[in-house]
């Protein structure tokens, strides 16, 4: 069941060449001028944004894209049709390097369109060669060829909100949980891991799993996961309240994130203590004190307990109203 999550993809683009003028002449005696019609725009191509992360993937086999060319003009004054524009789907969050200059644009959101290989313009039939001295033109002009790119797709966003923790932390359960709302997106085989993702009304939670100490450095979870969570606005930390030393948890975490790259430690986050049901109130209550010490604000949940779960969906919710879905 498991498939690759494709995030990485390079291929060459053939926007199409524009068509050739026609020479033609009108076959009505009295008015031999000339009908030759121009020839029609070969077809862009744009890179349009979308919600499913896993647009890249039918481009993985696709080397090259050919765009459709423009038509010959005719005669009768009958220009060649343009061709039809080719919109090719790519997950919002995809970077777009030009191979050949190094220029990078990229799509933020879905319904994001950028232009990245020009059509040609079609060729001037005959009839737009006349003039009082040239009654009967023969001249009309090849279309321009269309633009050939070499393009890599690299697709940097993968959640709004990352859950990170040590592997005991609780992740998947508070996925499943949430996301039984929305619809299940379904899990990834990395190398050597499986991040979770799900959808929560259109916002999607992604589980980084367990940082393992040392993930920074490539080992374990690997830096190709961890690059995806650059870009995740929120990060969800869950700590265990079954932990010995839930600060020390917490800290060794954060320094695994500061590790690979310090502005992650910069993001906005908010601080769980994961399974609160299921120690005495005492511990409990000791464990958010310890927290406090270190000025971490730390909210108990647990996934028995309705209540505490509105406390992490308002945090959602308000993340989706800003994202306007």
């Given amino acids: 069941m498991h498939s690759m999550l494709i995030d990485e993809v390079t291929m060459k683009l053939h926007a199409g060449n524009g068509g050739r003028g026609a020479v033609a002449f009108n076959k009505v005696k009295l008015m031999l001028g000339p009908t ?6 070969g077809a862009s191509i744009y890179l349009e944004g ?5 647009a890249l993937k039918p481009f993985a086999s696709r080397k090259e894209i050919q765009a459709k060319n423009g038509g010959n003009g005719r005669g009768q004054f009958i220009d060649g049709p343009d061709g039809a524009d080719l919109i090719l789907k790519v997950p919002a969050g995809t970077r777009i ?29 005959n009839f737009k060669f006349r003039s009082s001295t040239n009654t009967s033109p023969k001249e009309f002009e090849e279309g321009t060829e269309g633009d050939t790119m070499t393009y890599r797709l690299e697709l940097r966003l ?10 005991n932390a609780g992740k998947s359960s508070l996925l499943n949980e949430l996301t039984a709302a929305g619809a299940k997106v379904g899990s ?28 920074s450095e490539g080992k374990g979870l690997g830096v190709k ?7 995740t606005k929120t990060l969800f ?15 060794t975490v954060r320094s695994e994130l500061k590790k690979y790259n310090p502005a992650l430690c910069e993001k906005e986050e908010h601080v769980f203590l994961t399974k609160s049901d299921s120690v005495p109130q005492t511990e409990l209550t000791e464990k958010l004190a310890a927290f406090k010490k270190k000025k971490i604000v730390a909210t108990p949940i647990s996934i028995l307990d309705e209540n505490t779960l509105d406390e992490v969906k308002k945090i959602l919710n308000s993340i989706k109203d800003e994202k306007g879905l």
């Fill in 97 to 125: 390097v030009n191979v050949e200059t190094g220029y990078v644009q990229e799509i933020t959101r879905t319904g994001e369109r950028v232009l990245v290989a020009g059509g040609g313009k079609g060729g001037r039939g």
């Fill in 225 to 231: 996961f961890l690059k995806h969570i650059e870009r």
């Fill in 36 to 41: 030759g019609g121009d020839g029609g725009r």
């Fill in 188 to 215: 990834y085989a990395f190398t050597t891991l499986e991040p979770n993702l799900g959808a929560y009304y259109g916002l999607i939670i992604a589980d980084i799993p367990g940082l393992i100490e040392g993930a």
């Fill in 237 to 251: 930390h869950l700590v265990s309240v079954e932990s010995d030393d839930v600060v020390h948890d917490y800290e």
């Fill in 50 to 54: 979308v919600a499913d992360i896993n």
């Fill in 158 to 167: 993968i959640a709004d909100v990352g859950l990170v923790g040590l592997p």
